[in-house]
């Protein structure tokens, strides 16, 4: 036998992840840089369409924290996101306060409602919980229907201040600014709650790859399906605090209606499930489209740009462009 030997091969250091606070400071410095660029181009209609855009981002991501990472598909992300455009109204007419507190109502009452429907469902599985969240979306918008305080089936107008915060020129650059604050707050939270060291995301993770194994491994399967569903509402209600003032006008048919439901899917479902990249991904890239078929062809184009771009990666690419990614770095 040969005495001479192999060198040893290098090791490599394991890459470092970024921490929680470094990671909440990126995206306080991302959104900062957001609002210079459209404060920069300074046109009303790159402010709506940004916060068209950035709302989906908030509703994407507040879903996937439940269906994502939890495995609990809920169909009634309308019902959380109308929620929290009816809190708004109703606050808003009851105490008249500005956008910023109706916002935190909004985070109170879809983070109420998130924990009752935890409750209410917490031996629902499948196709059973989603259901019941349907069933949710279908209570909640008759109640508002027959409500005449927020405007009942004829709707509500809501008249934007007259006084701009300052620094900002116009209230639909301020409107705008907050979503994108709202925005980096629900991908940091996203992103948090998937690299906990308490082991909220995996336990989630647990939950969703096989319930009773991770209950019989001891993790507390029925308290982190509570959490995730009072953190999942609140973030879905705050995605639809500022719709009342977006348009100025909100009503039961718009605010309850199926593109918020199916989007809510649809855009984790094209990023990827697995990681708070993917709703950002699929929301800026779906939404993105649909604003441009409502401005070149027609707003009812948006639904059947959602079904075909979903059939296509349900075929071509079931893990999300994420996972399109990882395919071809290997």
């Given at each position: 036998m040969s005495d001479a030997t192999l060198p040893a091969m290098p090791v490599l250091p394991a890459p470092r992840r970024m921490g929680h606070a470094a990671f909440w400071l990126a995206c306080a410095v991302a959104a900062l840089a957001v609002i210079a660029v459209l404060r920069g181009i300074g046109s009303e209609y790159a402010y709506f369409a940004a916060t068209f855009v950035l709302q989906y981002v908030v509703l994407a991501t507040a879903w996937n924290i439940l269906g994502g990472y939890?495995?609990?598909?809920?169909?009634g992300a309308a019902a959380f996101f109308?929620?929290?455009?009816?809190?708004?109204?109703?606050?808003?007419?009851?105490l008249g306060l500005s956008l910023l507190p109706c916002i935190a109502f909004a985070a109170l009452v879809g983070g109420a409602l998130g924990l009752g429907t935890g409750l209410l469902t917490l031996r629902l599985r499948g196709a059973y919980f989603a259901i019941a969240t349907l069933c949710l979306s279908v209570v909640l918008q008759t109640l508002v229907v027959n409500w005449s305080y927020v405007g009942g089936s004829r709707g509500a107008y809501v008249i934007r201040p007259r006084d701009v915060p300052w620094p900002f020129d116009t209230y639909g650059g301020y409107l705008c600014a907050v979503v994108v604050v709202l925005a980096a707050?629900?991908?940091a939270i996203a992103r948090t709650i998937e690299k906990s060291r308490l082991g909220l995301g995996l336990g989630l993770a647990a939950l969703r790859d096989d319930e009773q194994a991770a209950?019989?491994?001891?993790?507390?399967?029925?308290?982190?399906?509570l959490i995730a569903t009072t953190?999942?509402?609140?973030m879905m209600a705050v995605a639809g605090a500022p719709l009342p003032l977006l348009g100025s006008y909100v009503e039961p048919n718009s605010a309850f209606g199926l593109a918020y439901a199916v989007n809510a899917i649809a855009m984790p479902l094209i990023g990827g499930t697995a990681s708070w990249a993917g709703p950002l991904i699929g929301a800026v890239v779906l939404a993105s489209l649909q604003q441009a078929a409502t401005v070149t062809i027609s707003s009812a184009a948006n639904l059947l740009i959602v079904g075909v771009v979903l059939v296509v990666f349900v075929c071509a690419a079931p893990h999300g462009i994420l996972g399109l990614f990882k395919k071809g770095a290997r």
């Open positions: 939890a495995g609990y598909v809920n169909f109308a929620a929290g455009a009816y809190t708004t109204v109703a606050i808003g007419k009851a707050a629900a991908i209950e019989a491994a001891g993790v507390p399967t029925l308290r982190l399906k953190i999942s509402g609140a």
